[in-house]
């Protein structure tokens, strides 16, 4: 008897408090004008893998978690030596290529002097023949001179082409071996705080391995889940606030940027409207890029809060939704 009171008390505590909980609520959401809704979420933004394109050894990892980064800066290196060789063997094929063409152009102008003494036999032969001065086997002789100097031409010249590509061949690989050394630099792709080092100088890590984890700054946002009215009544581009439980009292100004087109939390097929009112969608309200720009520092992802948004096309906010973003003095103080 006294376990089956004991968990019939815990029964009524555990109804008491959900019902508690649900008439807070319906007393929230009626405090609201009916085109306004409002979700839970947290501070979020657009993450950011900088990763090796190739498999290697990480050489050095230049900053820390929680550094702020700007676009192009360096992050981290991964070990070239093995690179820097075959650098330095690609150059010496290089060369040897370039030399190729030197001896290739000279064997060109050794051969255009063999064929124009041939010619010039050739001539002589046939004006010796019309007075008998010679044979027409000597003509004929000076005739397949002529004609092999020709072809000795012909074949420097195809030479001087084969080295002209080899040389191409060779640079190519030169740069694709460039490619590879700058790769191997990992820089930020953008402007961010460095969230997570993922490796540490000396580990080896395969192709595609992340080194570090950064967020965008720029690109901060609350995903809020709305029932299927409210959704249907949000459209990208509607405006937003955002209230952060870590600074009550001030007003984040935002925007809708994504409305999901499936439902959450619920079957993909539902056949009673009672059953369709309660699919949930996601819906994402982002921040204005120009006001992170200004409070940068102070950005932070994973706080908790609450987003309001506008519905349809609404514009009359009430006066507690008025934008109100603090300066560092005034956040410091509400915080005292």
């Known amino acids: ?78 070990d070239t030596a093995e690179l820097m060789a075959s650098q330095a063997r690609a150059r010496a094929e290089v060369a040897g290529a370039e030399q190729g063409i030197a001896e290739a152009e000279a064997l060109i102008i050794q051969r255009q002097s063999e064929l124009s003494f041939a010619q010039q036999q050739l001539a002589r032969a046939n004006e010796l023949v019309k007075n008998n001065n010679i044979s027409r086997e000597q003509v004929d002789q000076r005739r397949a001179d002529r004609d092999v100097a020709q072809a000795a031409l012909s074949a420097a010249q195809a030479k001087l082409v084969s080295a002209q590509r080899n040389v191409e061949a060779t640079e190519a690989e030169l740069r694709r071996i460039q490619v590879q050394i700058d790769d191997s630099v990992l820089k930020a792709p953008r402007d961010g705080r460095v969230q997570y080092r993922l490796a540490e100088p000396g580990e080896v890590l395969s192709g595609g391995g992340p080194v570090i984890t950064m967020i965008d700054l720029s690109d901060v946002y609350m995903n809020v889940f709305l029932p299927t009215r409210q959704a249907g009544l949000a459209f990208v581009g509607n405006e937003a606030r955002i209230m952060l439980d870590a600074a009550p009292g001030f007003v984040i100004p935002a925007k809708v940027s994504f409305v999901a087109d499936d439902a959450q939390f619920t079957p993909r097929e539902v056949e009673t409207r009672s059953e369709r009112d309660k699919l949930m969608f996601r819906v994402k309200v982002r921040i204005d890029r120009e006001l992170l720009a200004e409070h940068i520092k102070r950005v932070k992802t994973g706080l908790p809060g609450e987003a309001y948004i506008m519905l349809a096309d609404h514009q009359d906010w009430p006066d507690a939704f008025t934008p109100n973003v603090p300066d560092d003095a005034t956040l410091r103080q509400s915080m005292k």
């Open 1 to 78: 008897m006294k376990n089956l009171r004991s968990v019939l008390i815990v029964l009524v505590v555990i109804v008491a408090v959900a019902g508690g909980g649900f008439a807070y609520w319906k007393s929230q959401q009626s405090e609201l004008p009916d085109f306004i809704a409002s979700g839970n979420g947290r501070i979020e933004a657009e993450e950011i893998r900088v990763a090796t394109k190739y498999a290697g050894r990480v050489d050095e990892v230049l900053v820390d978690e929680g550094d702020t980064v700007s676009a192009g800066q360096v992050l981290a290196r991964m």
